[in-house]
């Protein structure tokens, strides 16, 4: 027995792509215009076009938070927004946090508790936990690891991140 | 100069700053010139055949570059052993593009390729491929009668070792048996990088490709055999991996395609899977397993049998070992071990961490807990009854073996003596409260590898091995091995990996990197040492004058006699004073088969886990884990204890969380994304201490480690389990234990 499919929707010609526009971005101080189209997102815009890697993609479906960036100082997945509703925005990536020769707080307390394994994820739990730190939430060992709870790291190297972003809090 | 004993010591990771300030890159961040993307197209139908690509309408669209499917492939390698890669296990492997047959859903069948990524995607969600279904069958229930023993298997496959003594009449014959059946569902990798490869066209015919895999060597020899390329025309590269275990250690078609679009287009492509499509590309397969065991009058085992079925493809065989470690964990004169595939319409499974033990070391560990209940006895102390000191399955000694160590260290941290053996019994916070525990053993295996090392004029050591960084240490441990056996500090020494153009490392994978490119690169440097040497000899009044290489060591920057550190030298004096400007040696290691021939290698573990479980929600909380690891000697305290908390959070995620379940009728994975693919997140994870026992074994390795990458996984599963049926008095035997599974 067999029948047969049609894998997509036949359609009356296809609608051409739209074009791209400006966008200004003010990312980690500098301010750039890219040229973008709508269905880019800030993610995309991120890595493949300002070419700031740092960033990354882990799903593309806000259920990972490997793209956690700080828009305006709070923490969001950059892959579920349009980097066209972004105009004019202030950007933190995790380049803006720190550098190899000069690591944050944060960063630094990342490497001294090996908070991370193939570091993929670390980006996207340094910007959530920089996020914390600015709003001034997660005191506890508990609300920490819930508060965290957003960014999965496969490696499995959440006591390590608890431990990390513990330390940094308490100094606080 | 400071201290320049590295090893066994618990310095920071020296790629750490590189990857905690987002400078590290990945293979989809290489910013090539001219960069095309290509998107993947995935085929919603499990089994048939592609009637027609309607291509030319997604060609027409301005932007798009090509569509390529098996319509308009070119032509590429005709036999099957061009498109075999290191690992590849026996059977046809997958070819991508190749032909219209539909053997798996998801399975790749056109590539889009676009100027922008957006557009690609674009253009892909609009491509119509008319198709021809055919029925499928993706369960593996419907095969329990239809097992076969596979003929050859993949390099590291070991049929199970015949029967020993007499395994029927001894369970017949037994003062208590028991007799059950463990079942889990297919788990998927999931690192959280996505499969992407970035490839350069770098002209002329000549490429580089950015890929994710655990072996740039194997991605370098299956593209060279599928694309007819020659040596120099391509080099492969990866310096860091977003994770891998086992999902990079065979070329996936994210390379193939990549590769072949630069190739046509003469131009760079990136590809880029969706974490959807990270579900087409191997897994740890659906197993089920039967164990029987029986007990004497004393609770020494009197017999075990394992037997474990488990999915592959149609189009390969793929094997694990999963009962041939029942074998030797305990002492048993009768056992006997069985082991067989069952073709389904999936993808070929793919080694995942710790692939085989991690499923037959449910089976067993959970079956021991259960004949421990049988025979009345506390469930360590019958471990101990029934220690192996021999490996029985090849009847030779452990070459070393500090398992009991294990479990006394962890069971005192744990406090297992607090522990009241009936089901249900212990209660806190207003919950049940139980305790489980679970051991396991796995390979301390050496592959041969090479390693170069060049010291400049101003003392700086730089290595380079084609090995891998997919989180594991690399990069610090070599730099660690390297430092010390040259003397110098951590600062002073660049390791370099993940490059074909460097010295050939072998995959990596089976936790044998440690040790097998830890030794080549102990042997380069020792080599360079050796010139080193000679150049120090050369002055008339050389204090080394008469000295051989073993007669001298380097420590904190100076080359002396071992019996006398007076006399010494300076090694960047040396190496200024003789007016090179560079000085290089190659070396590789091989493992010592004479020494290695009379033992058994292995690294073992034991596990011990406690649970809360809320009677009337069914939900389970992990409080705490021990954890004991016996692997030679660790070169990092730091990150082997990453790597162990780690594997326990895996061992958590197979006990609790993940199943990528199939839809039978569709013959597709409908739980393909992380929302649903549940993985532990921080929440999630209880306080876990990790305990390393020291073993000195100079037979494994001239390290002496053992690796720990997939060891530590071991027994955290079952314990896990054990320790929800002595909260509950359930005994779950199919994994995930999903709440509903207790209620
Ligand atoms: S990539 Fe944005 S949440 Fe996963
Ligand atoms: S460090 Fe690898 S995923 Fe978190």
């Not at chain 2, 030794?519 to 050796?530: H, S, Y």
């Amino acid at each position: 027995m067999s029948q047969t499919l049609t894998s997509a929707p036949a359609s009356g010609g296809l609608p051409t792509p739209v074009s791209t526009g400006p966008v200004r971005l003010h990312i980690n101080g500098e301010t750039q215009t890219l040229q973008l189209a709508p269905w880019t997102s800030l993610l995309d815009a991120l890595r493949e076009y300002a070419h700031l890697t740092g960033t990354k993609k882990g799903c593309d479906h806000g259920q990972c938070g490997a793209c956690t960036v700080l828009v305006n100082g709070r923490r969001i997945n950059s892959c579920l927004t349009l980097a066209v509703m972004h105009d004019d925005d202030d950007i933190t990536t995790i380049e803006g946090l720190g550098t190899p020769e000069n690591l944050s707080p944060l960063q630094q307390a990342f490497v001294d508790h090996d908070a991370f394994q193939c570091g993929y994820c670390t980006p996207g739990q340094i910007c959530s936990a920089q996020g914390l730190l600015n709003e001034g939430r997660a005191h506890s060992e508990a609300e920490i690891k819930e508060l965290m709870s957003g960014n999965l790291c496969r490696c499995g190297a959440y006591v390590g991140i608890l431990d990390a972003v513990k330390e940094v809090v308490d100094k606080q | 100069m400071s201290q320049t004993n590295h090893i066994g010591k618990a310095p920071s990771r020296v790629d750490g700053p590189l990857k905690v300030a987002g400078a590290a890159h990945y293979s989809g961040e290489f910013n090539v010139p001219n960069l095309a993307y290509g998107y993947v197209v995935s085929s919603p139908i499990t089994k048939g055949k592609i009637l027609k690509v309607h291509a030319d309408e997604v060609r027409a669209l301005p932007g798009v570059l090509e569509v390529f499917s098996h319509e308009n492939v070119p032509y590429l390698a005709w036999f099957d052993k061009s498109y075999k890669d290191q690992i590849a296990p026996g059977g046809s492997p997958f070819r991508p593009l190749h032909a219209p047959d539909i053997t798996f859903n998801q399975q790749p069948v056109a590539l889009v390729v676009a100027d922008t990524f957006e557009l690609a995607r674009y253009a892909a969600a609009l491509l119509r491929i008319d198709y021809e279904q055919q029925e499928h069958e993706t369960n593996l229930e419907t095969k329990r009668t239809e097992g076969y023993a596979p003929g050859g298997g993949k390099i590291g496959f070991q049929p199970p070792p015949p029967p020993r003594g007499k395994p029927d009449q001894a369970l017949k014959d037994a003062t208590h048996s028991i007799e059950a059946e463990y079942a889990h569902g297919a788990q998927h990798h999931n690192p959280m990088e996505l499969f992407t490869t970035t490839v350069e066209w770098r002209g002329d015919g000549k490429i580089t490709a950015y890929d994710k895999t655990q072996g740039v060597y194997n991605v370098k020899n299956y593209l060279m055999g599928v694309f007819g390329l020659g040596k120099d025309d391509v080099r492969v590269v990866n310096q860091f991996m977003g994770g891998g275990f086992g999902a990079g250690l065979r070329p996936q078609y994210s390379v193939f395609m990549a590769v072949l679009a630069t190739l046509e287009l003469k131009r760079s492509v990136r590809v880029t899977l969706t974490r959807q499509q990270m579900f087409s590309i191997g897994h740890r397969p659906n197993t089920l397993q039967l164990v029987k065991l029986g007990t004497n009058p004393d609770g020494t085992l009197a017999a075990l049998q394992h037997h474990a079925l488990h999915e592959t493809s149609q189009f390969e065989d793929y094997t694990e070992n999963i009962v041939n470690w029942s074998g030797m964990l305990y002492k048993c004169e009768n056992v006997k071990l069985g082991y067989q595939l069952a073709k389904l319409d999936i993808y070929s499974p793919q080694d995942m961490r710790a692939p085989g033990a991690a499923s037959g070391n449910v089976g067993l560990e959970v079956a021991m807990d259960e004949m421990a209940y049988a025979a009345g006895l506390d469930p360590l102390e019958f471990r101990m009854r029934n220690y192996a000191d021999r490996d029985q399955n090849v009847d030779k000694p452990f070459s070393s073996k500090k398992l009991r160590e294990c479990y006394q260290q962890a069971a005192a941290k744990f406090g297992w003596e607090t522990r009241t053996q009936e089901p249900r019994s212990m209660r806190a916070n207003g919950k049940l409260v139980g305790m489980g525990m679970g051991g396991g053993v796995w390979d301390a295996t050496q592959v041969k590898s090479a390693a170069k090392a060049l010291i400049s004029a101003d003392g700086h050591l730089t290595v380079r091995s084609a090995t891998g960084e997919n989180g594991t240490g690399t990069y610090t441990i070599m730099t660690q091995i390297a430092a010390e056996t040259l003397g110098l500090p951590l600062e002073a020494v660049t390791f370099e990996l993940g490059d074909t153009d460097q010295p050939e490392a072998p995959i990596q994978g089976g936790s044998w990197t440690a040790a097998s490119v830890g030794t080549a690169v102990k042997n380069a440097c020792n080599a360079l040492g050796e010139k080193i040497l000679k150049l120090a000899q050369k002055p008339a009044d050389s204090p080394l004058k008469d000295a051989k290489y073993d007669d001298v060591e380097f420590v904190n920057g100076q080359l002396r006699l071992r019996l006398d550190h007076d006399q010494a030298v300076v090694l960047r004096d040396v190496l200024q004073a003789s007016g090179e400007t560079q000085l290089e040696a190659d070396s590789s290691a091989m493992p010592n088969m004479v020494k290695q021939n009379g033992y058994s290698l292995h690294s073992h573990n034991v596990a011990f886990a406690e649970v809360e479980v809320d009677e009337d929600l069914g939900s389970i909380k992990v409080t705490r884990v021990v954890s004991a690891v016996a692997a030679g000697r660790i070169l990092n305290q730091k990150t082997a204890r990453s790597q162990v908390l780690g594997s326990v959070v895996w061992g958590l995620g197979m006990a609790l969380m993940e199943e990528t379940v199939m839809d039978h009728k569709f013959g597709r994975y409908v739980n393909h994304n992380f929302a649903e693919y549940h993985i532990p997140v921080n929440a999630d994870i209880p306080h876990i201490d990790v305990i390393f026992v020291h073993e000195d074994d100079d037979i494994v390795n001239p390290l002496g480690v053992k690796g720990i990458g997939e060891v530590g996984m071991l027994g955290v599963t079952a314990a896990i389990a054990n320790a929800v049926f002595h909260a509950t008095g359930k005994r779950v035997r199919d994994l995930p234990i999903l709440l509903d599974k207790l209620l």
